[in-house]
């Protein structure tokens, strides 16, 4: 019994891949044989039984199902149910068709072999998906374009005696094996044209996987679970993947590759697993990778039983507020700051309601992404929206009376952990402002009784980058350390480490062989709102 389960575990990975080339193969053959002129004896013989035009059209047919062939190819590579489908019954219509266009022994047998292998192969064929939506591969486009090249050749080469006429595209009496082979190069090209376009113009879509969940039931599973990172839900660009009773979620965000999460799964940890593998099985049905984007280490256990692959991609700062003092030598820097921002006439106050203050912030935050030449991000950041903000605590600064800092708190209802989200200031505020913001925050956390709080993270931080490592780390590395006329990532690991924090290492995990820099991109797309805005600020 182990032995036949090992033999179907391993048949799962090669069956649709062997018949997807069986597939292809034939397609190519009928496509191209489709271009020589028939065998006039055994045309003699069918002219006896049926009418001309049958037979001509059935040969026409012919090269449109070699096509068609070509196309399914794909889809069952990438094991979609209705590819398989479709696919017998295309099969099916060749096998007939090839005995009005003259009986051909070689390739009824081996569509028939082929048609016998896929009624055999149900099983392994169930991802959801539309043909016409398919993001194929470039290597089979290529193929594709090179078949069609050779089609062209030969077709040529055979034909050199026919003067060329617009009529030959339109008259299929006048020349039919011409008009026949005109018609398939037309066809193939269009089909090829077609998936080039999306292949490099589709826009992401939204599929129909996602949860019917409001705000308030998401406040309400989030109230159960010690998660900051969990109030990124809130934002409009999230879709969910719930747990069977409702009180869990994975918060998730989708690309035409990817389906990728926002963090580790928020529910409970005997539903880790389950929830982990409806993702998984909800990425595969959907012919979708799935990744998990800042993941937590003592997590890492559950995505390595589920066969992905991770790396770090950096460290998250974390402050323990119970030990946590301005006093004694090491702290002497956040002492002075705080210090002579307080006497400069710098003030610090909480409001748990955005009305009275909101024009005032809008207007901050306006005028520092103009000062930044940048936009509002999404995904892991929180940006400037009234139904966003309106559920968190706004901590806002004063200076001269007037508001000139602010940022949203995300604390959790057990109050084991607090993070600061959206950070924006004023051109007005001193020198050290955001510093002394920081300080406030934290002092008044730990008055309220929080245990932990979390600065953010320092992306690319703390990679092993020695001739060992891989070419991720080595390359991340490089990065971190190379990056100051853009993103200054070891700047900001600088500014961070003067709270001396503890430093939690981040992850990715990721499905797909070949997939990190397609889901880098697609991690990049989505935080930046588009594809279009990646390159933009």
Known sequence: MKTLKAIKYLLLFNVPFVL?????????????????????????????????????????????????????SYGLFKKMKRAWFLNNFILVGAILLL??????????????????????????????????????????????????????????????????????????????????????????????????????????????????????????ILSHFNSSRGYFSLLSDKKFL???????????????????????????????????????TLGRVNDKNIAFYEIDESYLKYYLNLGLKVIKIGEEAVIDLPSFSLEGSENKKLRYVNSKLSKEGLK???????????????????????????????????????????????AVLYYNDEIIAFSNLLPTKDKKEMSIDLMRYSNKAPASTMEFLFIQIILWAQEEGYEKFSLGMAPLSGIETSMYANFWNRYAGFI??????????????????????????????????????RLLLDITSLVSGGVLKVFKK
């Open 20 to 72: 997807s080339i069986l597939t292809l193969f034939s397609g190519s053959l009928l496509l191209v044989s489709g271009i020589y002129p028939e065998n006039l004896i055994i045309f003699n013989f069918l002219f006896k039984i049926f009418p001309e035009e049958v037979i001509f059209l059935s040969k026409y047919l012919i090269n449109v199902t070699s096509i068609l062939l070509i196309v399914m």
């Open 480 to 517: 971190y350390e190379n990056s100051d006329t853009y993103y200054n990532f070891e700047g900001l690991k600088k500014f961070k480490n003067k709270f001396f924090p503890e430093w939690n290492s981040k992850y990715i995990a990721y499905s797909g062989n070949f997939n990190l820099l």
């Open 99 to 220: 005995l009005l266009k003259g009986i051909n022994y070689l390739e009824c047998f081996i569509l028939i072999f082929v048609l016998s292998l896929s009624l055999l192969s149900k099983d392994y064929f169930y991802r959801k998906g539309f043909l016409l939506k398919m993001n194929v591969s470039k290597i089979w486009l290529l193929y594709f374009f090179v078949l069609i090249l050779i089609s062209t050749i030969i077709g040529l080469s055979i034909h050199t005696d026919v003067r060329y006429s617009s009529s030959l595209w339109w008259n299929f009496s006048h020349n039919h094996s011409v008009f026949i082979f005109l018609h398939s190069i037309l066809i193939g090209s269009l089909v090829i044209l077609y998936y080039l376009g999306i292949l490099f113009f589709k826009p992401f879509e939204v599929d129909g996987c996602e949860a019917d969940i409001d705000k308030e039931e998401i406040k309400e």
């Open 242 to 280: 719930l747990t069977d009773n409702r009180d869990g979620f994975i918060m998730y965000g989708t690309t035409k590759n990817n389906y990728i999460s926002l963090g580790d799964p928020i529910c409970r940890c005997e539903d880790i697993p389950i929830l982990l593998d409806k993702f998984n």
């Open 348 to 394: 610090f106050e909480i409001f748990y309601d955005l009305k009275p203050v909101l024009n005032e912030l809008k207007d901050i935050s306006d005028e520092w992404l103009t000062t930044k030449k940048t936009r509002e991000k999404e995904f892991s950041l929180g940006l400037f929206d009234e139904d966003y903000l309106k559920n968190f605590p706004i």
